[in-house]
């Protein structure tokens, strides 16, 4: 066997094993890192692998049961035990590799003894590399027998290595293994890049001429840079022996080269946001108190959540209408899923017994995953109860993955649920805390999945993901992304004072600056093995962030760029978006032509809709339809007449949608409870109902960072609700009905339903109809008094039952306790508001539905929001104006484009 080595080979390679060759055998090319798993192959050291959670696990372990108060890191301990261990681990990963023996090793200062300490009293440990490397170096000195005739070193310098990899080349010499260093390529480029390369080796610098074999290809954006190497690959990439360098990759990259009937390059970066994967880490997010609300609607929302889909979509619902767990809305949700499951078990013919027990397996399904126990985060959820939540997530991902074709993301969904299991275990508590937990859950799918659709293509150029994994010549080199080069700052982990006591034992830990050196090298390669050309792709932002120049690009500009005009830079400097300006351009020695493309004109705002004719009133209208048919025919043509309905996208409501929705639940039940209170026994009765209720109707206002909001709205609501019953008393008002639902018919087969929030009895015996708002201001209903409310009219045609005279009515806006009412004698004088009269809004909105529906049965809708020059005036005057700026229709009647 022939092992090609080279420090950042452990990944893809160019070339590979078989380089120009149709086949190879017995040919590896591979890092440090493969090699070790290579001899462990050899050796007969091979074992399962190991997860680095969780030996991070047996390290806070470890740490607990050491007694470490008197230790020097046991503040930081105490504060974060997980990420305190983690790197504690860490730093003993680095001294075993150099050669630290703990038995041997005593001494050396507080961190070395503190870390002397526990590796002495863990005996039983999970092993990492460092443990894995060290037994291969043992094993080699007994000697043994190497299946490995030569070793090829591709490094140019082995001063970069660390002392472990020295060591390990070492002692296969030792074993018989011939070793050989690679033949350093001279190459002699022309031009720039023969300026460039020369520099690298003690040459003078030299003004840049622009001959193409140095490219700084400049772009806006991905998706322009992208553009660029697809022209290139497309024409030049297919001629010359070209590498592509592209980091991580990038989906823009692969999605431009698709459409030009291209390769992709594939994308290695790795994500942790794939449906399937959130299942544990949401799941578990359930079991907290206060209940996280936002995580049970994500829970509920996945496509592949565990809860069946009838039951999740009820729940979705609930909680977008009313955010908590066990209120009333949250009761008839499930309610409804129950009877719709018992509809569809009868319309599949099953018996009573067999719907008795899917009812059972429903009921199971819905203890198991939402109505479950809850722990404080801080005392944190049992081991046991954490163990079976993994458990129950595993045996869902398995059952689903035996009925798909495409499971390889529920089977690594199980393997993670199974691996949080075990490190759990591994901490040797009884109960682990939501700040413990999330950190686990980091360990185990922070890293995330690569996505395995896309994959690297066959290509005729080579594709790297790093400039030190070349080993040898390439006619040109494509570095995607040549920005931000992810090299963090060196840390000194170890005192000088540290690092002289362990040199003197033998143990060489690496300098903190060898990483940046060894990683600089790297970046060295591209001009030493690039036998033609150099592109370096900058885009100037990447996913809307903006990037920064790599620091390669500091030694280019002071090799190439050596006048103070910026001529050389500008003379290696290419603008991506000149591709798109001329039909013909020159690219590094060859022609491109591009063909123009007409755009074509986005559809611009449209007032007028032609529609098929004969639309009609439904059987059955509510006060906020014709609201919206008088504000805008349009919205009410696709929501009502045409089912449009927005995405399937459950979210929260607003604040303020949360809070009148629980300031209408304490309502409700205060008046379930009595409806006659004082006003000082209501106040107090609100405040508690308000509390009681929070959790079931507004759980998202037990969050730490709604805590003023909460407070604050509590108190205004109670003042408020003690000025309602003050105005009752003070007015003689008697509450009759809450949420009463009320039906009349309108005409022509058209009847009109309302639920009104209070019902009361005048002085007088007249009814009373109460409107109660949370959201918007006093000036908005005001104004609608003034002009025309839609709503309150027909509110009170609901209750008049016939009756010809005017009926008292008023909004009651529970922020500030502020009444605002029609002119009525029996309302506050100081609270009426100048408008049309109760005859006058009904024939007003009569005239106008008239209007509107002989619009409709001609087939015009208006979008009485897009306005024009002839149209401003009518909207400005318009009785109902458009409730523009909460509809779900702007997309489509090109109001959004309008704004814009």
């Excluded at 994967?277 to 609300?293: D, H």
């Excluded at 995580?295 to 999740?312: C, K």
């Excluded at 390439?474 to 000194?492: E, I, L």
């Excluded at 620091?551 to 001529?567: A, I």
């Amino acid at each position: 066997m022939e092992v090609l080595l080279g420090s950042w080979l452990d990944g893809a390679a160019y070339p590979d094993a078989m380089g120009e060759a149709d086949a190879a055998v017995g040919r590896v090319v591979t890092g440090f890192r493969g090699l070790v798993g290579v001899l462990e192959t050899i050796l007969g050291l091979t074992a399962p692998p190991v997860s680095e959670a969780r030996r991070v696990a047996e390290w806070v372990r470890l740490i607990q049961s050491s007694g470490y108060t008197s230790l020097p890191f046991a503040e930081s301990f105490r504060v974060d035990p997980w990420n305190t261990a983690k790197e504690l681990l860490r730093r003993r990963d680095e001294l075993v590799l150099a050669g630290w023996d703990a038995p041997v090793h005593m001494g050396g200062g507080r961190w070395l003894e503190a870390l002397t300490a526990l590796e002495a009293s863990h005996t039983n440990r999970t092993p990492g590399f460092a443990d894995r490397m060290r037994a291969v170096l043992q094993r080699l000195r007994e000697p043994a027998h190497v299946e490995i005739d030569q070793i090829t070193l591709l490094d140019q310098n082995d001063a970069l290595w660390e002392a472990w990899q020295r060591d390990l080349v070492a002692e296969l010499c030792k074993c018989g293994v011939r070793l050989k260093w690679s033949e350093s390529s001279e190459l002699e480029a022309e031009g720039d890049l023969g300026h460039l390369q020369r520099a690298q080796t003690g040459g003078e610098p030299a003004l840049a001429s622009g001959d193409s074999s140095v490219m700084m290809v400049r772009a806006e954006n991905e998706w322009e840079a992208a553009d660029f190497v697809a022209t290139w690959l497309g024409t030049k990439g297919m001629e010359e022996n070209t590498v592509l360098i592209r980091g991580d990759g990038s989906l823009t990259l692969g999605e431009v080269l698709h459409q030009r009937g291209l390769p992709s390059p594939g994308v290695e970066k790795p994500s942790r946001w794939r449906e399937v994967l959130q299942v544990l880490p949401l799941a578990i997010e359930t079991y907290w108190e206060p209940v996280r609300i936002e995580a049970m609607l994500q829970f509920l929302s996945l496509e592949d959540s565990p809860v069946p889909r009838r039951v999740r979509h009820e729940l979705s619902r609930a909680i977008s209408n009313a955010p908590g767990i066990g209120g009333r809305q949250w009761a008839e949700a499930l309610e409804t899923a129950y009877r719709r499951s018992t509809e569809r078990w009868a319309e599949e013919g099953l018996s009573q017994e067999q719907q008795a027990s899917e009812r059972a397996k429903l009921d199971k399904r819905i203890s198991e995953w939402i109505d479950h126990r809850r722990f404080h985060p801080d005392s944190g959820i049992p081991v046991d109860e954490l163990r079976r939540i993994c458990s129950q997530v595993a045996v869902w991902a398995h059952g689903l993955a035996a009925n798909r074709d495409d499971d390889g993301m529920l089977l690594e969904a199980a393997r993670q649920a199974a691996e949080v299991a075990d490190v759990a275990d591994a901490l040797g508590t009884t109960t682990v805390s939501r700040l413990q937990l999330q950190r686990i859950l980091d360990a185990v799918s922070g890293g995330g999945v690569v996505i395995s659709e896309i994959r690297e293509e066959a290509a005729p150029w080579g594709v790297v993901e790093h400039p030190g994994q070349l080993w040898a010549p390439a006619d040109a080199v494509v570095w995607w992304g040549f920005h931000d080069s992810k090299q963090g700052p060196a840390t000194r982990t170890w005192t000088s004072a540290e690092r002289m006591w362990l040199r003197d034992r033998g143990v060489e830990v690496p300098d903190h600056t060898l990483a940046s050196r060894r990683q600089a090298a790297a970046w060295r390669r591209v001009a030493h093995f690039a036998g033609k050309r150099i592109i370096f792709v900058a885009p100037k932002r990447v996913a809307g962030e903006a990037t920064t120049d790599h620091p390669l690009w500091s030694e280019v500009k002071q090799v190439l760029c050596t006048d103070e005009q910026g001529l050389g830079e500008a003379a290696i400097t290419y603008d991506a978006s000149d591709l798109r300006r001329s039909e013909t351009v020159r690219l590094a020695g060859a022609e491109i032509r591009r063909v123009t493309q007409t755009p074509a004109a986005l559809p611009g705002p449209i007032r007028d809709w032609q529609v098929p004719a004969g639309i009609a009133l439904r059987e059955k209208e509510s006060a906020s339809s014709l609201d919206t048919l008088l504000g805008c025919s349009l919205a009410w043509g696709l929501h009502y007449a045409g089912k449009v309905r927005s995405g399937n996208v459950a979210s929260l409501p607003s604040n303020n949608q949360t809070l009148g929705t629980l300031m209408h639940e304490v309502l409700s039940v205060m008046l379930q409870e009595s409806m006659t209170w004082s006003s000082e026994v209501a106040r107090v009765r609100a405040g508690e109902l308000f509390d009681e209720l929070v959790p079931t109707t507004a759980a998202v206002l037990l969050e730490p960072k709604n805590a003023k909001l909460r407070r604050d709205a509590k108190t205004r609501f109670v003042a408020s609700i003690e000025q309602l019953f003050e105005l009752l008393a003070e007015t003689g008002i008697e509450l009759k009905k809450t949420e009463a639902t009320l039906v009349q018919n309108w005409g022509e087969g058209v009847d009109i339903e309302g639920r009104l929030d209070l019902v009361g009895e005048a002085q007088g015996g007249e009814p009373v109809v109460i409107d109660l708002k949370w959201s918007w201001g006093k000036n908005y209903y005001r104004e609608l008094l003034g002009r025309l409310s839609v709503q309150l009219t027909v509110y009170l045609w609901l209750v008049a039952e016939g009756r010809a005279e005017e009926l008292p009515g008023f909004y009651f806006l529970l922020t500030d306790g502020t009444v605002l009412a029609r002119q009525h004698p029996n309302m506050p004088r100081n609270a009426q508001v100048s408008g049309p009269s109760q005859g006058e809004s009904l024939a007003l909105i009569r005239q106008e539905i008239d209007r509107v529906l002989s619009e409709l049965s001609e087939g015009r809708l208006t979008a009485t929001g897009i306005v024009s020059a002839d149209t401003a005036e009518a909207l400005a005057s318009a009785l109902v104006k458009p409730k523009c700026r909460f509809c779900d229709y702007q997309a489509i009647c090109g109001l959004t484009e309008v704004a814009k």
